[in-house]
């Protein structure tokens, strides 16, 4: 029965969703899952053993109130303890019980939990706002425009089938061609409202992306790009809307290709790779850019916001792709590369 007990609360802590200690009397890690490596940044668990819980985080201490650390039981609620400290980027809620254990009463189980720091949430429910916004300009606008350019193609199409005289054809031509042409853009307005008008649907996201990388890599390896992806062949289908997560690796290709023109060539580098982590499908699409400037880093998934020169871009690209990444209720987010360039990452979940 001891034996099956052990094994249970061990069990127990491996699959808790958050960082969990254990801790003997002098607060030294006896225990501690695998969420709590990822969380201070280790590569196991087991690298945790012994250490001094305010060590943990490495060079990112730990900071608990000197009454906990203590032992002093009349620093905690009924033998609880809670605290929210900063750590790194932002803040740790730490959450503690001290144990009732004949063999060391000192005992601890710690639970902590990485808390966004105030200012990043605050930013990220602006742009939410500001996107909710623009949703309403943008698609009133596209479905106005739509019908129009939907006459003007069809006609132009009656036409050019009708039409005998050369030149006539050819400027004929030149219109549907251009009629089509705003068709897209119209579209590329629709799917940055939230309204993609798809199911969803079972799909493999890293087959996705290798179509919209292996649409480009042509063209790219012409422009002296050398190509590298890394496509896990372990990651489930997930439930997705296929148009839109298409359309949402476009356009992150798209950029990192007309970024990646900017350098010389014997420099020009693209990465694309996929994998399965933590419950979650993990994506990063990454260049050796130029990057961009620190001071603009925060505008880039803001709507018609570019850093290409006036008339070359409508800077829809990110904004679309962030809205894309909301639907799916999944984060979106950028990473400077080291070396130079920038990295693009996404984290889906598996269902919306």
């Not at 853009?185 to 939230?194: D, E, G, P, Q």
């Not at 894309?324 to 990473?335: N, S």
Request: aromatic fraction near 8%; charge should be negative; hydrophobic fraction near 40%.
């Amino acid at each position: 029965m001891f034996h099956w007990a052990t094994e249970y609360a061990a069990q127990i802590a491996e699959n808790c969703t958050q960082a969990l200690f254990v801790t003997d009397g002098e607060f030294r890690v006896v225990h501690a899952n695998e969420q709590a490596a990822a969380l201070l940044g280790t590569t196991a668990a087991d690298q945790l053993i012994d250490l001094h819980l305010g060590e943990a985080g490495g060079e990112s201490e730990i900071q608990f109130s000197p009454g906990f650390i203590g032992g002093d039981r009349g620093s905690a609620q009924n033998g609880r303890y809670q605290l929210v400290t900063s750590f790194r980027d932002g803040n740790l809620r730490i959450d503690a019980k001290f144990l009732q254990t004949k063999t060391d009463p000192l005992s601890c189980l710690v639970l902590l939990t990485a808390v966004p720091d105030v200012a990043i949430l605050d930013q990220q429910f602006f742009q939410s706002e500001k996107l909710a916004a623009m949703d309403n300009v943008v698609a009133g606008v596209a479905h106005e425009l739509n019908n129009p350019m939907t006459a003007i193609l069809g006609y132009s199409e009656l036409l050019l089938a009708t039409e005998t005289n050369p030149k006539r054809k050819q400027r004929i031509a030149l219109i549907a061609e251009e009629a089509d042409r705003c068709g897209k853009i119209i579209a590329n307005m629709l799917t940055f409202t939230r309204s993609f008008g798809n199911k969803l649907e079972l799909a493999d996201v890293g087959t996705l992306l290798e179509e919209m990388v292996s649409l480009h890599a042509y063209q790219m390896r012409i422009d002296g790009i050398s190509v590298h992806t890394a496509l896990s062949d372990q990651i489930p289908q997930c439930s997705v809307q296929p148009s839109a997560i298409r359309r949402l690796f476009l356009n992150i290709v798209h950029n990192a290709h007309q970024a990646l023109l900017e350098v010389p060539e014997g420099q020009r580098e693209f990465w694309a790779s996929a994998r399965f982590e933590d419950g979650m499908i993990r994506i990063e699409i990454a260049d050796s850019g130029p990057g961009i400037a620190e001071e603009v880093r925060y505008k880039i998934f803001d709507p018609f916001f570019t850093t290409r020169p006036f008339g070359e871009g409508m800077g829809l690209g990110l904004s679309v792709a962030y809205g894309i990444v909301h639907e799916h209720c999944g984060k979106i987010w950028m990473d400077p590369r080291e070396g130079g360039g920038t990295a693009i990452k996404i984290d889906l979940p598996l269902e919306k």
